[in-house]
């Protein structure tokens, strides 16, 4: 199992990014797939879950601002952030979970600042 996370960088307040997780190795249109994030000194946070028949779910702090998505045919899943805040800054990390099963990838680093 191989997830790669990526588009990740520096950001001002108010700005937007889009994350990508592209994965191998797996039969990804089978998994549930989420965003956690992990802010330094802080625990890890999911942040949004899609699930196999693309249903999605966010917390609440995310939630009018990040959007999931996944594209099957390209084993990728996308985090859309928008209107960032630097209470987002974290390394945000591409999950797989299915039946208890849990991937994961190594992380890519968003930092909001002016």
């Known amino acids: 199992v191989q997830l790669v996370e990526s588009g990740g960088g520096l950001v001002q307040p108010g700005g937007s990014l889009r994350l990508s997780c592209a994965a191998s190795?797996?039969?990804?249109?089978?998994?549930?797939m989420s965003w956690v994030r992990q802010a330094p000194g802080k625990g890890r946070e999911r942040v949004a879950t899609i699930s196999r028949a693309g249903s999605t779910n966010y917390a609440d702090s995310v939630k009018g601002r990040f959007t999931i998505s996944r594209d099957n045919g390209k084993n990728t899943v996308y985090l859309q952030v928008n209107s960032l805040k630097p209470e987002d800054t974290a390394v945000y990390y591409c999950n797989a979970n299915k039946n208890g099963w849990n991937y994961w990838g190594q992380g890519t680093q968003v930092t909001v600042s002016s």
């Open positions: 190795r797996f039969i990804f249109w089978s998994y549930a």
